[in-house]
């Protein structure tokens, strides 16, 4: 590990999301599968002590939940999870909560205590009410700042059957209509509906679509594409690299940045010292992957791989 990597790992150790939307989004089975348990998380205060689970349940009261709370799940320790849980209820105290918490974190100067991103979950199986009540004032009204918003669509299978009914509507016949449905719904999603976030003064940093609880439940399904949109709308490069080391079950993803960043960077550096180039591209790959101890085998292996692969041809099979 270089020198930079141990510095950037001893400042950042967990990375912080602000879960939003309303409670019945997805958002609990989405943390599962970032996560990748079925386990519900840990809750702790703000003084570092577990609270129990019922602090974070469902409720109408508005109040009850601190936003404060962090969640944790044990299957990755590294993701500290804050849920907004009552602001849907659309009061001005709620509101302003959430947005004194995502100015203070996003401006905090302790590493420890800065938010990384805000997770918006927004159903998809009322889209033409995709941006009403809290939602429409937490992107007209709530600044960012540098704290990039990810607009996940949940239920997206849900707006697909509604773009199948849309096609029999026309005259097509059941099967065909799911067929063009099945290609089409993204795209009408993205033209007919979510443009409304275009004209809203705070818009999403950039948007995912996930599928519904049914689908989500499925023991193979993961929330690979949250993650890599997620990495793509960090601004900044070690906030980047820390999220895409804590990730445990998409490997890939470290591989896609720990090359593309040791192309553009490695390359530059040591383009003119061959007998470094190799050494030092490997190191910048492996500084992308996870650090737990489970993995230093795999690390091992990926390193004897990559060299004995390119060692001698490495400027012109990479670059």
Not at 57 to 76: C, K, L, Q, T, Y
Not at 78 to 101: A, L, N, P
Not at 220 to 240: I, Q
Not at 295 to 307: A, E
Request: a neutral charge; hydrophobic letters at 35%.
């Amino acid at each position: 590990m270089d020198n930079r990597t141990r510095r950037l790992r001893q400042k950042y150790s967990q990375f912080r999301v602000l879960v939003m939307g309303k409670a019945n989004a997805g958002k609990t089975t989405i943390l599962q599968k970032v996560c990748n348990t079925t386990d519900q998380p840990k809750i702790y205060n703000s003084k570092g002590e577990e609270i129990d689970l019922s602090a974070v349940a469902p409720s109408r009261e508005r109040g009850v939940h601190n936003i404060e709370n962090e969640m944790i799940f044990d299957a990755n320790p590294r993701y500290i999870f804050h849920d907004s849980r009552g602001f849907e209820c659309g009061s001005t105290e709620e509101f302003k909560i959430v947005q004194d918490f995502i100015e203070q974190r996003g401006m905090a100067t302790a590493s420890w205590r800065q938010l990384h991103a805000i997770w918006y979950c927004l159903p998809t199986d009322n889209a033409s009410r995709l941006l009403t009540g809290a939602e429409a004032r937490f992107f007209q009204e709530c600044d960012p700042g540098a704290v990039p918003v990810i607009a996940i669509y949940t239920k997206f299978d849900d707006f697909v059957l509604q773009t199948q009914q849309f096609f029999m509507s026309q005259g097509d016949e059941e099967e065909n209509a799911f067929e063009k449905a099945s290609l089409l719904a993204s795209n009408r999603f993205t033209k007919e509906y979510a443009k409304v976030f275009n004209e809203t003064r705070f818009p999403p940093s950039i948007d995912v679509q996930l599928q519904g609880k049914n689908y989500m439940d499925r023991p193979d399904t993961n929330c690979n594409k949250l993650l890599e949109k997620t990495a793509d709308a960090l601004a900044d490069d070690a906030l980047r690299q820390l999220f895409v080391c804590i990730q445990n079950n998409n490997l890939d993803l470290c591989g896609k940045w720990g090359v593309k960043r040791a192309c553009e960077l490695v390359y530059k550096e040591y383009r003119n010292q061959k007998e470094l180039l190799c050494e030092k591209w490997v190191e910048r790959v492996l500084s992308w992957y996870p650090w737990g101890a489970k993995y230093s085998s795999l690390l091992d292996n990926f390193c004897n791989w990559l060299q004995a692969q390119v060692y001698f041809n490495i400027a012109t099979f990479v670059f």
